[in-house]
């Protein structure tokens, strides 16, 4: 009968414990990976991207909003980022990849449309979900500085905003409609606050939902005005919409008293993927629900500009994201139904 060393038995188990070993911690390391695979392809799944915009205006506080409404781990999730503004977030949602959806103006797609320079075929590439709320145009200027009204500006140097964005488009657009000339500079509202003090710049616009955080805390002796500016039949030709701002919205406006002002449409835009896609089908999903929830977004704690967004309503110039469109003739004919 042959003997078996202790040595050579201890040796052996402790090879044969050496591969048990393995093997479990094989089988461990595939379970680890099929999990984190299951859980990547399951956040990847629903995932929307919005371009949203900076803490001067409306943008950045509604995509906060859809994220906090919408996302839910275990379905739609919903990433809002800072964007530049309205002229920016539309050539991200045309060229940047993982970007779905963005936060913009509508009088963006009329002057790329004319320019041609994001190709021409825009309006087929880029549509809308729905018009958002309305954005008012801020002229603020140093009080002491002489300027009372916009023709005042004629030949100065003047803040469009940061390069890019959709104040600096909007800006733009009004002197032309204007025929005024000025020196346009770019930067943000904090820093064109300063340079109005010193009269480095002679005034400084900004589109934005009101109250814009940028001037919501200056106050009557701050130094600082917000002018008119007239709505006329040229600006309406220029998507222009007439409104007014008053003390409510900004201290620094005396009690009492209102200045009439410009505004245009802030409008969700997506990019046309074709209706085979995935992306299309993560759109469709988002659309969905936030049409369905749409009620949630006009109570507190929600900014209050979504308190004038009405889904329904048309943007001339745009077409309708399909899905969009699918979702309001549905409900139209629900409504109509139960009549």
Known sequence: MRTISLGKLVTGIIAVSSIFGSFVAAQAQDRSSQIRSQLRDRMNANTITIASGNPNGAYLFLGYDMTAV??????????????????????????????????????VLRYYKKTGELGGDIDRRLVYITRLNLEEMHLVVAENSGINSIQDLAGKTVNFSD??????LSTQILFQTLKMNVKEVNMGQGDALEKLKTGEIAGTFLVAGKPSGAFGKLTPGSGYKILPLAFTPEMEAADFLPTQLTNKDYPMIPAGQTVDTLAVSAVLAAFNWPSDTD????????IEQFFDRIGEFQKPPRHPKW????????????VRHPAAQAWIDRHRTTTAATR
Not at 75 to 91: C, D, E, F, M, S
Not at 163 to 168: L, M, P
Not at 279 to 286: E, L, M, V
């Open 70 to 107: 919408l996302d839910k781990e275990d379905g739609l999730r919903v990433l809002a980022y800072i964007g530049k503004g309205g002229q920016q977030n539309v050539k991200d949602a045309l060229f940047l990849r993982g970007v779905d959806l963005a936060i913009t103006q509508a009088n």
């Open 163 to 168: 390069a890019g964005s959709g104040t600096q």
């Open 279 to 286: 992306r299309y089908r993560r759109t469709a999903a988002f």
């Open 307 to 318: 308190k004038e967004v009405n889904i329904a309503a048309n943007l001339p110039g745009w």
